[in-house]
């Protein structure tokens, strides 16, 4: 019972981590119509950016934590959106009016891009980093020596997410961005139309999109105490399974399904096998497409003759 | 659905002088000093104690941003020259029209080069490598050119065939030690099994969703490879693979083998020479049959399932069928392009049939005009070819692989091959301009 | 309206999408060897009729009985191609469904594929060019030829597909619908886009369609003058369920018909048209 409660705060731990990537999955597909292959590289260098920065910001001599998680945390959020902007206007814009494949080919070659010149700039070998948030609370104390711990670290990524959420929600919401993004999803000639300038609306959607796993990317950094230049490719299809398994396309949906791999994938390590989690995660990806392409939350589509 | 001319397009006005030129370029100078700022400038490194340092590379950085403000202002300059009708001008019509009448020629020509290879460059061992490596990309392109080309299938786990046919192969030699031409076609319809079985879920999805999911396939195999260790030897892979015998002689030096059958000194380039002309064979007897096929009813459904899947339903061609005879195809010739890799290599693991391998194919086919046969075969030269050229720089092969990709997706996504030849004519064949033709949505 | 030579009756049939119904309890009855049309105002349901009639849609509720050769057959339990196949019903689409990339011959030739493929012994016969073979293909090349001729694109055959004028584009769309022989041909809007003497070019075609190869046609269209021209039978829906059927001048004189097109109350109309005379 024990080893079950831990599994499962351990779960939703990692399945916040996949539903800020997988966020970013489902607006651009909302938007665009488009897989963005490249996206879990964004995470990828979400990842390094965060990592330099700490080290950077600790060598200057700066030991508080809150402020050191704080500056890193808006430094690699607005470095990874430009990142994504970039991504953007190069590999994607050009090719929004031609055929559907281009903008796939052009995004898988954007992530051979991007992982490769993390390999190429920063070297192959994975980068570990000491532990920056330390301690926890010790939950219960089982009677066969088991403990249930949650650690801060735990505590931070789950805050970080509620709050970021909350922040992202209100803006999807409430603001003008929000209300045009929406627009665009609908109908983008229309909204053009309108007076909505549909190229900045997608270049912000895609910026948004890269500062959301640019946040995963750190809390994945001071969860796992690492990053590695191929990072991006496995988390990627997990985190799009997650947004495909909550309905593409609908933002709770994107949480949701990331919180759902999260959990799948850590009790299927706990409980039958850690090789294979990597099979059980693509597994459900197969299976949902199939069986329930529109995910959980999401629209059902009819088929137009 | 029409094209909505959004505000800043990429065209620049035409009196807008070399100012805007210089404000672009300072624009992307700054995006890339940002953007290179920490990846670039600061080189991070785990130490031997296990502790991570970093050092600074601020000259690199700057080289970076000033080959960025650079190359802004010459892809400008260049844009402006091209004008408004793109690199299409470039070359004079007279030029197009002459290239395109060679074209006949260029296949023939080609087959007989290749032919006379190993004959031309006997001595050269490292060129006879190349081309056997060349020959099976061609051949794996030629058959993913049946998914993706034809059927406009978007198939991006290609490499899953590959691997079943070189680990069919692989086992299949090395316990019962059966002799790869017995072996080949067990591996082809194998993987032929397994396009099938990739073949019957993903029936009902299109485009992105057909691609990410034989992509999620692809990777399964890969891993199951990697992990069912006591069947494949997980990532040690297998070994000691047996070449293949002529009619059973094999090409060893001893007294047995095939040199002293004949009488003439043993050279190790024999056997080189024999594996080309056996992947030879092999990708134009792919290339034959895909040829075939084209012009018969099931070929021509396909093509047809990529230009319209609905009209076809229509028609009363059964889609489910034509989807699988598709799949199982190309994974036949995937397979048996899978053993060949096993045998030339002697050895296997689950290292060479990765993501990117499927991307690599993928990217094959398209470049070379999806459908083309000639235009494959070339894309294969020009890729691997191209490849080669990274020897000893093998770390920038995969980015500027991943740039390729962009620039050739931006530029001519149709491919080299801007035409599709109709497989039936009345009169006379006019070749279809590639911008009529689909690409197909899965 | 029981019985008699009925090729198509439709009973009752249903089609929910969610909570919205598109079409609610019709019933009609097309005749063998007859042209029978399908009006009403815009989004009375009338391709979607079609879609499930052809298979695309699978209705809710009732029966679509087609008398074939073979006896009847239920069309709400074949889907998808077994319909075109096994039934013999074919279709053209409201939005020209060619196969642009491919040349006008070939389209043709795609339409024959259920016999070619028998011909070619599932593929295998075929690709070592077996002379039962080739001859079934010359077959086949000289059906595509004949229905060429009838059309008009002979001249045109090598031609890719869609570099075709619209209305050669609709005629090549029919021609390669009737390449697949079938006994009941739906056409979806042919003369939408087309101006005065392509639709009567069209209508032409529809009625030697009916005499030469005796296939009972069922089309949906807007353009009054070609349906008042050739149909032997006219089918009036709106919001889903039928509201008048019979004889093409009955039906334009029905003020339910009239309403309907006018978006005007019934009453009104019949004011209207009393107040003509």
């Not at chain 2, 785990?46 to 050092?55: E, H, I, K, N």
């Not at chain 2, 047995?256 to 024999?274: C, E, M, Q, S, Y």
């Not at chain 3, 593929?123 to 059309?151: D, Q």
């Not at chain 3, 353009?223 to 006219?234: A, F, N």
Request: glycine share 10%.
């Amino acid at each position: 019972m024990d080893y079950f409660a831990q599994q499962l705060i351990n779960g939703l731990v990692l399945g916040s981590i996949y539903g800020l990537i997988a966020i970013g999955y489902t607006m651009v597909y909302g938007i665009v119509g488009m897989i963005n292959f490249a996206h879990g590289d964004i995470f990828m260098i979400g990842g390094f950016i965060a990592l330099i920065s700490f080290l950077i910001l600790v060598s200057f001599g700066l030991t508080a934590v809150p402020v050191i998680l704080l500056i890193v945390l808006l430094v690699s959020m607005a470095i990874t959106a430009l990142y994504g902007w970039t991504v953007e206007r190069i590999a994607y814009r050009p090719l929004r009016h031609s055929f559907r494949l281009a903008p796939m080919l052009s995004a898988i070659g954007m992530s051979f891009v991007l992982s490769n010149f993390s390999q190429v700039a920063q070297g192959a070998r994975v980068k570990p980093v000491p532990p920056i948030i330390t301690g926890g609370y010790t939950l219960h104390h089982s009677a066969d020596g088991f403990v249930v711990r949650l650690s801060n670290v735990q505590i931070v990524v789950v805050l970080t997410t509620i709050v970021l959420l909350a922040i992202f929600t209100w803006l999807v919401a409430r603001t003008r961005l929000g209300r045009d993004m929406r627009a665009c999803e609908q109908d983008q000639t229309m909204a053009a139309l309108l007076g909505v300038d549909v190229d900045r609306t997608i270049s912000m959607t895609f910026v948004i999109g890269a500062a959301l796993a640019a946040v995963a990317g750190m809390m994945y950094l001071l969860y796992y105490g690492q990053v590695d230049f191929f990072m991006g490719f496995v988390a990627g299809i997990k985190a799009f399974t997650a947004a495909v398994l909550g309905g593409i396309g609908s933002l709770p949906g994107a949480m949701l399904g990331g919180l759902a791999i999260g959990l799948i994938e850590t009790f299927w390590s706990a409980y039958f096998s850690v090789e294979y989690k990597d099979v059980a995660a693509f597994s459900i990806l197969i299976v949902v497409l199939i069986f329930m392409p529109t995910g959980l939350l999401g629209r059902p589509e009819v088929e137009k003759v | 659905m029409g094209r909505v001319s959004t505000s800043a397009t990429d065209h620049s006005p035409p009196h807008a002088g070399f100012a805007f030129i210089l404000k672009k370029a300072l624009l992307s100078a700054f995006v890339a000093l940002v953007l290179f700022s920490l990846m670039i400038g600061i080189r991070t490194e785990a130490g031997p104690t296990g502790q991570l340092t970093y050092w600074t590379r601020f000259d690199e950085l700057a080289i970076t941003v000033a080959i960025v403000f650079v190359g802004s202002i010459v892809i400008e300059l260049v844009r402006r020259w091209l004008g408004p009708s793109g690199a299409s001008e470039l070359v004079p019509a007279r030029v197009q029209n002459g290239l395109a009448a060679s074209g006949r020629y260029v296949a023939p020509a080609l087959l007989i080069f290749t032919l006379l290879v190993p004959v031309i460059f006997y001595r050269q061992r490292y060129i006879l490598d190349l081309g056997v490596l060349v020959l099976t990309y061609v051949m794996l392109g030629w058959g993913l050119n049946v998914v993706v080309g034809l059927a406009g299938l978007l198939d991006l786990g290609y490499v899953a065939f590959y691997a079943v046919g070189a680990y069919s192969y692989a086992l299949f030699a090395t316990t019962f030690g059966l002799s790869f031409w017995i072996c080949l076609p067990i591996a082809g319809i194998l993987a032929s099994l397994w396009g099938v079985m990739l073949g019957f879920p993903v029936l009902r999805l299109r485009g992105d969703y057909l691609a990410i999911v034989t992509l999620a396939f692809g990777e399964i195999i890969r891993l199951v490879i990697v992990n069912w260790q006591s069947l494949t030897g997980g990532p040690n892979g297998i070994s000691s693979i047996p070449r293949p015998t002529l009619f059973g002689i094999p090409l060893t030096p001893g007294p047995n083998g095939f040199a002293a059958k004949l009488g003439i000194a043993f050279d190790p380039t024999h056997r080189l020479v024999f594996l080309f002309y056996i992947i030879l064979a092999m990708a134009l007897i792919t290339n034959w049959v895909t040829i075939r096929l084209r012009g018969l009813p099931i070929g021509r459904a396909w093509e047809a399932l990529r230009e319209d899947e609905v009209a076809c339903r229509a028609l009363g061609i059964n889609t489910t069928t034509t989807k699988l005879t598709a799949f199982a195809t190309g994974a036949l010739f995937g397979g048996f392009a899978g053993a060949f890799f096993a045998t030339r290599q002697g050895f296997i693991s689950p290292e060479s049939f990765t993501f990117q391998e499927s991307a690599l194919v993928l990217a094959i086919v398209v470049l070379g005009g999806m459908g083309s046969q000639l235009g494959v075969a070339l894309a294969a030269l020009a890729m691997i070819g191209g490849f080669e050229l990274f020897r000893g720089l093998e770390q920038y092969r995969m980015l500027v692989f991943g740039m390729a990709m962009v620039l050739l997706m931006i530029w001519r996504p149709r491919g080299l091959i801007g035409h599709r030849a109709p497989t039936v004519y009345l009169k006379q064949a006019h070749a279809i301009s590639s911008d009529l033709v689909k690409e197909g949505h899965g | 309206m029981s019985g008699s030579d009925h090729i198509l009756s439709v009973d009752a049939l249903t089609m929910r999408f969610g909570g919205i119904v598109a079409v609610n309890e019709l019933s009609f009855g097309a005749e063998r060897r007859e042209i029978t049309a399908l009006i009403g105002p815009n989004g009375a349901g009338k391709t979607t009729v079609f879609n499930c009639i052809t298979g695309f849609y699978k209705p809710t509720g009732g029966t679509m009985r087609l008398a074939s050769a073979s006896g009847e057959i239920a069309l709400e339990r074949l889907n998808d191609f077994r319909i075109s196949k096994l039934a013999k019903v074919a279709r053209t689409f409201q939005n020209i469904r060619l196969f642009p990339g491919m040349t006008v011959l070939e389209n043709l030739m795609v339409a024959q594929h259920n016999t070619l493929m028998r011909a070619s012994g599932l593929t295998f016969l075929g690709l070592f060019g077996v002379p039962s073979w080739r001859a079934a293909e010359k077959r086949a090349i000289e059906h595509a030829t004949f229905w060429l001729n009838r059309i008009g694109l002979y001249d045109r055959a090598d031609d890719a597909a869609g570099n075709l004028a619209y209305g050669d584009q609709r005629r090549l769309e029919i021609a390669r619908a009737m390449c697949t022989e079938p006994t009941l041909l739906c056409l979806d809007e042919p003369a939408a886009g087309l101006n005065a003497r392509e639709s009567a070019a069209l209508s032409e075609l529809l009625l030697s369609i009916r005499a030469e190869q005796g296939t009972s046609i069922l089309l949906i269209e807007h353009d009054m003058s070609v349906v008042m021209e050739i149909s032997d039978h006219v089918v009036v829906m709106d919001y889903g369920v039928k509201i008048a059927e019979g004889a093409p001048h009955e039906v334009r004189d029905d003020p339910r018909v009239i309403a309907a097109y006018l978006g005007a109350d019934e009453q009104e109309a019949i004011a209207v048209m009393e107040s003509d005379t």
